[in-house]
């Protein structure tokens, strides 16, 4: 492993040097220009020698003194962002010395807020299960605009979790910015306090619905421990009488390929194909196999799974997996459409690009990446999900005569139509913390009635006195919420969960949410649809 990263090295090093020396040419050769009227495809050399005049060009002209080396990080940058949406560059740490020591060695505490970034801003895409932020109404989606009130500086993931760790327990207040359905802006601050999240499962509910329906949810397929996590939930429920399964991707942004062919093991037999890789020749770079397997004749109970634009990645290959071997009914709406290999790539100043190197597609052949070539970068976010027309779609049939389709996401065998988009009062009450501080005092005051979740959930509805309460607190906090049977039962909704959270934690939020998502009771019906297990 030494060898081969000091080979890298080298061979990153030569070809940096490459570069460098056509950068300090004073004039570049232009006997290669074609003939007048000729017109023929440039090479890849003629081109970097056009780079190398541009660069030449501002470091002999320019009136400011300009750092070369963040002009060719910035260009670099640029050429690995019009390759696709999803390749990018880790820029070598710009950090005091010590601190990205110090985070590791548990000497500093990050945050418990994941970010990624798109189109260069920071984007919250998960806050840690178990951790007080959890409380704080930070969304996926918020974007992070300052911290501390000072304005982001940092421009890598990895950047920003050393930038942000700190002593343990201490306040760090994060800017953020929430884009409405209505296309206003919310600007918000959430003082977030520096903890460690633990080993956060990649389950967090399995429970039974009903005597025969067990759900469980998948939030990531990240780490190396999400196929434990869901063979011991489904262990668990097994014991409890399930005879057969909800399994919940919805919202899965994905991760690892392997942990994903690890998790279609818990339905798959030894050796069934999940994923094919292919590379620019079309060419087999890697397949993805169940290697170990728990297809036994009690597992083979039927299986729905959901999906909606936010399962992608990795997720995706797990719902295209089940559909290809008939082995699971996939009910929601399309989903994200994201399907490449990737692999880092390091570059001589310790920066590294992580590009895409390869296609994957389904059992049966299916692509599922959307086209990214021919949209806009913020299109190509933006239409995630959006409803598509099968027609004209690459197909395939599994061995059971179902057609499924491919070429841009995984399509659902039933579709649930999604809850409508909120109204202004709700995002209102999100934004300025009304439940969560309502919430917390009514907890308070009712522990005698809160002794057991599973008392609480029995009937899975707030008292009407509590509503009455809580709908006055709004108002006093400047939030009028109208009347209507409907408003009624969205209050429901909005407030069981969050009580169930206050008292319970995680375990207490998925399970109240389960108990009133809607989507999930339109799926239950489907399990006759379910194609038999074989």
Known sequence: MMRATRVWKRAATALFGLVVAFFDASTLSAQTAPAKGVVRPRTAYEDLQMFGQVLNQIRVNHPDSLDTHALLIAAITGMVRAADPHSYVIPAVRLEPGKEAEL??????????????????PVVASVA????????????????????GRPVAWESSMELEIGLAGPKAREVALGLERRRQDGTVAQLTRLVKREQAGEATAVPV???????????????????????????????????GMTRLLLDLRDNGGGSVEEAA??????????????????????????????????????????VVMVNAGTASASE??????????RALIVGRATFGKSLMMRGFPLADGSSIVLVVGHIKTPCGRAVQRDYRTITRRDYYRLAGADRDTAGRPSCKTKAGRVVYGGGGIYPDARLDAETAPPMWVAQIGEQTVALRWV???????????????????????PADAITDFRAYALRQGVTIPAGADVEARLQRLLLPAVANSKWGDA???????????????????????????
């Not at 299960?129 to 501390?148: C, F, N, Q, W, Y």
């Not at 030894?270 to 397997?293: C, F, H, L, M, Q």
């Not at 290959?317 to 008939?326: E, T």
């Not at 009771?521 to 649809?529: H, R």
């Open 104 to 121: 590791r060695a548990g000497k500093l505490v990050p945050v418990p807020v994941e970010f990624i970034f798109v189109g260069g801003t």
């Open 129 to 148: 299960a178990g951790t007080a932020a959890r409380k704080l109404d930070i969304l996926p989606g918020d974007e992070l605009v300052s911290i501390d």
């Open 206 to 240: 399995a429970t039974m619905l009903d005597s025969a329906t067990g759900y469980v949810r998948i939030t990531t397929f990240m780490g190396e421990r999400v196929d434990k996590d869901l063979h011991d939930a489904l262990e668990r429920l097994e014991k409890l």
């Open 262 to 303: 690890r998790v279609s093991g818990e339905f798959l037999p030894k050796g069934a194909i999940v994923y094919t890789a292919t590379g620019r020749k079309t060419d087999v770079i890697d397949t993805g196999r169940v290697s170990r397997s728990f297809w036994q004749s009690e597992r083979r109970y039927p299986i």
């Open 317 to 326: 290959l797990v719902a295209g997996a089940l559909q290809d071997h008939d």
């Open 440 to 462: 917390g005092g009514w907890v308070d005051a009712h522990q005698s009635a809160l002794a057991s979740l599973d008392e609480f959930l029995r009937t899975p509805s707030l």
């Open 508 to 534: 207490g939020w998925y399970r109240a949410e389960a108990l009133m998502d809607k989507e999930i009771a339109d799926a239950v019906k489907l399990f006759g649809k379910v194609p038999s297990a074989k």
